[in-house]
């Protein structure tokens, strides 16, 4: 099993900047992706950013240019750095990890969402 423990959310103020964090604890395979994704209300949940635990990122073409994602593989810890917020990113935000095994086999878990709201 694995656990995530987000941190960071809260209120901004368009154009303004935020930092979200995840720790993960439990099993870690060596092979892994971990990233964030946010759900709008009345929306589906959507990805915004992963990375993977050799570094290579994707990213959602809105955020693209304004978000980072970033990653300490000692820490199993991945944050997410929000800067020029619209008030169109407000969403809970979920962090996410997939194990990935052999034979494509992978295992996802989520931590419980932080709220994020760009609001004047």
């Known amino acids: 099993q694995v656990q995530l423990v987000e941190s960071g959310g809260g209120l901004v103020q368009p154009g303004g900047s935020l930092r979200l964090s995840c720790a993960a604890s439990?099993?870690?395979?060596?092979?892994?992706?971990m990233g964030w994704y946010r759900q709008a209300p009345g929306k589906e949940r959507e990805l915004v950013a992963t990375i993977t635990s050799d570094g290579a990122t994707n990213y959602a073409d809105s955020v693209k240019d304004r978000f980072t994602v970033s990653r300490d593989n000692t820490e199993n810890t991945v944050a997410l750095q929000m800067n020029s917020l619209k008030p169109e990113d407000t969403a809970v935000y979920y962090c996410?990890?997939?194990?990935?095994?052999?034979?494509?086999?992978?295992?996802?878990?989520w931590g419980q969402g932080t709220q994020v709201t760009v609001s004047s």
């Open positions: 439990g099993s870690i395979f060596r092979l892994n992706v």
């Open positions: 996410k990890l997939e194990n990935r095994a052999g034979l494509g086999r992978r295992f996802n878990y």
